[in-house]
């Protein structure tokens, strides 16, 4: 009986010991979901500027030709 004791009181304390080291790590491995979601996060924009590519390249093509060929009017009156 003696020896059974002794091998259920190992038995716990290892147990008990592997128990504690996934506590830890689970505990240590906290920031690694916020840094997976920030990647999550950047591939979806990624994703939806190369869908939207044409039509994003298209308006800005079409605001800069507005910025740059803009020619005011000699005409006194301040039109924007």
């Known amino acids: 009986m003696d020896a059974l004791d002794r091998l259920y009181i190992g038995l716990m304390c290892r147990a008990y010991a592997a128990k504690q080291k996934v ?16 990647i999550i ?4 924009v990624v994703l939806i500027i190369g869908v939207f ?11 800069m030709d507005n910025i740059f060929n803009y020619s005011p009017s000699t005409s006194g009156a301040n039109q924007l």
């Not at 590519?53 to 605001?63: F, K, Q, T, V």
């Open 23 to 38: 506590s830890d790590f689970m505990k240590s491995e906290m920031g690694v979901s916020n840094i997976v979601a920030t």
């Open 53 to 63: 590519w044409s039509r994003l390249s298209g308006w800005l093509n079409d605001m």
């Open 41 to 44: 996060i950047l591939l979806i």
